[in-house]
């Protein structure tokens, strides 16, 4: 007698892809059913630039531009064009963490931290994340966790911490540190210079600010990693392997090579492009210095690849969502809509509204250069009339673009991380949750806080 199968099997959850491809179609259906509309705007000096800035109270409906069909089969690779430079630094820093690995030069220095750390090895989690976070801070780029996760992996393997550990540790500290930022460019240096603050003022406040929040992650991610944590890989095993002498050389090099490329991309500001090209030099140097042959690194690039090709091209599949909006001419809609809803409102109200809506707006454009220039100029009128001073709006559009970065697939370097760590977005939905609503709670107690302290403008 058969057992007819169960109709209650567990639905499999759909690939990133799918996902991907199921957030593009929605935003080309909102642009049959959201009336298409513009700000005028104004080419206007930013941190970052000369900028086009929107003029408040100059929304407009314009005819409406419904994305067709073929709109919406080149919304992919028009996405991995706009996105290119980040899709190139995601293939170019992971093949190059690719190339030292082959070489030899992180299993040296994992040994040879796990032999200085001894019984303290869960020191490693904060230590890297306020590293991490810190970097973050003050030059805003999240993106770099694509970079530290292929590092730090096979550390927190040899420790017997799970792939959520890993990615958390190089994910929050990157993307949290930005959300929280200190002088982070993108979004508090573009901010305050729309909104006529002196640059980087109320740095202190954010200092602190900066520092509870980071303190409640890495709490958070100990606590994961205590409860998770399997017996070390290497457990019983103290002898420190014998290493050649080429090979010390060639982490000695590495390192400081590393180290330089960070001192540069602080003190020069330098784009991805720049970044990714100097991993790359930095990888073939060490390979050389370890004894690899020139062959031998094109071979261990080529592997490297394959590896991270996924993760470099949902970066771009994610940049197709927004190509969509853009196309369908939406986006001022939406930022227009929040200006008439918190017109209204309490002040207290509309303070938080305003972050809860950059934090839904984040679906649509995740850019924080991108969104600022766009919603700030209508947020800094509306906050005069509601009495909302200029570095308290500030605050809320940094947290707000920031919170969401690690829930919506739209983030490019966020679904490129999951990647690289093999860590599925359900599960990392799970793991995250009752961190996002407890800084998201943090972060509305603090805009509350600063608008009645009166926060600015310094």
Request: with cysteine; net charge neutral.
């Amino acid at each position: 007698m058969t057992t007819p199968r169960s109709r209650t099997a567990a639905w499999p959850m759909p690939d990133v892809y799918l996902i991907l491809l199921a957030f593009v179609l929605l935003m080309g259906l909102l642009t049959w059913l959201v009336p298409a509309g513009s700000y005028e705007r104004e080419m206007r000096e930013t941190l970052l630039g000369t900028r086009a800035v929107v003029l408040p109270g100059t929304y407009q409906l314009v005819e409406a531009s419904p994305v067709g069909f073929m709109q919406l089969v080149t919304a992919l690779p028009d996405g991995l064009s706009s996105a290119s430079e980040i899709v190139f630094m995601t293939l170019l820093v992971g093949g190059a963490v690719g190339v030292i690995a082959r070489a030899g030069i992180l299993e040296f220095g994992i040994h040879h931290l796990l032999r200085a750390l001894g019984t303290r090895a869960e020191l490693t989690i904060p230590i890297l994340m306020a590293m991490f976070a810190l970097l973050a801070a003050f030059i805003g780029t999240p993106e770099l966790a694509i970079a530290y996760l292929p590092i730090i992996l096979p550390l927190f393997r040899r420790l017997g911490y799970d792939a959520v550990t890993a990615t958390a540790t190089a994910l929050l500290a990157t993307s949290l540190g930005f959300t929280f930022g200190i002088t982070a460019p993108t979004t508090v240096g573009v901010g305050q210079s729309i909104a006529q603050l002196p640059l980087f003022s109320g740095a202190a406040v954010r200092a602190l600010v900066w520092l509870g929040a980071i303190a409640l992650c890495a709490a958070y991610v100990l606590r994961h990693a205590r409860r998770t944590r399997q017996a070390p890989s290497d457990e019983g095993s103290h002898a420190l392997p014998v290493f050649s002498a080429r090979l010390r050389w060639a982490a000695g090099v590495t390192a400081l090579l590393f180290v330089a490329v960070i001192a540069s991309i602080i003190v020069f500001g330098l784009k991805f492009n720049a970044i990714g090209g100097l991993f790359v030099l930095m990888a073939v140097t060490g390979a050389l210095v370890a004894g690899r042959s020139p062959n031998g690194i094109c071979e261990d690039f080529n592997a490297a690849f394959r590896d991270i090709l996924v993760g470099a091209l949902i970066c771009g599949f994610a940049r197709a969502i927004a190509v969509v909006m853009e196309q369908g001419q939406i986006a001022d809609t939406v930022v227009h809509h929040l200006e008439t809803l918190t017109g209204d409102m309490s002040s207290y109200a509309a303070l938080l509204s305003i972050f809860g809506f950059q934090a839904l707006f984040n679906l649509l454009v995740s850019s924080g250069s991108g969104q600022t220039i766009l919603t700030m100029p209508v947020l800094v009128p509306l906050g005069d009339l509601l009495d909302i001073s200029r570095q308290t709006l500030v605050l809320a559009t940094q947290f707000g673009d920031g919170l969401t970065n690690l829930v919506f697939p739209t983030s490019g370097y966020f679904v490129a991380t999951l990647a690289i760590g093999k860590v599925g977005y359900p599960a990392w939905l799970r793991f995250y949750a009752p961190l996002f609503a407890t800084l998201a709670l943090y972060a509305g107690a603090v805009l509350c806080l600063a608008h009645a302290l009166r926060f600015g403008p310094f």
